[in-house]
């Protein structure tokens, strides 16, 4: 995983822990997880540019190393349609942000695909100070902030924990296809926490994985936001 190394060693040359959204994408797209199409736009040109490369409808998003918590910053626009709304939405963005944190630098912002709907879950790995990484499956939004529907397990999982953390989910029924709703990929979803637990355990400078949202379809999924920590030492 040579790119993955590579974007480790240059995230420490710059003495940072977080990785920003493109190179959190690009490393879980290398550990085989299926990532929304993400590119960085760094003027208002090149955004309508690659709006038109990846395909309209469009997602902007803030490019700053200095903001990670990305909708508290008015960065996130989504459904952009054509040129014109890739404009305004770049120009918002850059107004918010700037007027929220002052003190950041901007690198512009990623454009990505917008994906269609469907259910939000969330992935992710902590650190345990006594159990080490542990692995998270939940369904997404309120679910996890206000229900705290949330499975856990030590890493490394195998199969059989990867299928009883998501029938352990309260909302489990949300996917399995609700009020007309299309079911989740479930075999998808073990199979990626599986590929997320792996990874881990043979990568120990990770110190945090947070991918929110995920979207599950009928046939498999696609990591819309993804971040990854890497331990301070
Ligand atoms: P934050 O840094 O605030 O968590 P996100 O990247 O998660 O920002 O974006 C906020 C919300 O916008 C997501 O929860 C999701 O609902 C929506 N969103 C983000 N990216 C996409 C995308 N590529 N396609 C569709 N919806 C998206
Ligand atoms: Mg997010």
Do not use: W
């Not at 960085?40 to 469009?58: D, F, H, M, Q």
């Amino acid at each position: 995983m040579a790119n993955v190394n590579e974007i480790l060693s240059q995230a420490r040359k710059e003495k940072r822990t977080v990785l920003t959204e493109i190179e959190s994408k690009t490393v879980l797209k290398e550990v085989g997880l299926n990532c929304t199409d993400t590119r960085l736009a760094a003027t208002r040109e090149n955004a309508v540019a690659l709006s038109k490369e990846i395909g309209y409808p469009a997602v902007l998003k803030i490019a700053s190393k200095d903001i990670t918590h990305k909708s508290d910053a008015g960065g996130v626009k989504v459904n952009l349609k054509d040129k014109a709304d890739v404009e305004r939405a770049y120009d918002e963005i850059m107004a918010s942000a700037r007027k929220k944190f002052p003190n950041a630098v901007i690198e512009g912002v990623t454009v990505q695909s917008m994906a269609r709907p469907g259910t939000e879950v969330i992935m992710g790995i902590v650190k345990d100070p006594s159990f080490g990484p542990v692995i998270m499956f939940g369904l997404g939004g309120v679910f996890v902030e206000v229900l705290k529907d949330v499975a856990f397990r030590i890493v490394p999982i195998e199969t059989s924990d990867a299928v009883d953390m998501i029938n352990e989910i309260k909302g489990k029924r949300l996917l399995e296809g609700y009020r007309g709703q299309e079911p989740a990929d479930l075999a998808y979803l073990q199979h990626m926490l599986l590929k997320l637990s792996d990874f881990v355990n043979t990568t120990p400078e990770i110190e945090e994985i947070d991918m929110n949202p995920v979207f599950a379809y009928k046939d498999g999924a696609v990591v819309v936001d993804a971040r990854i920590i890497l331990s301070a030492a």
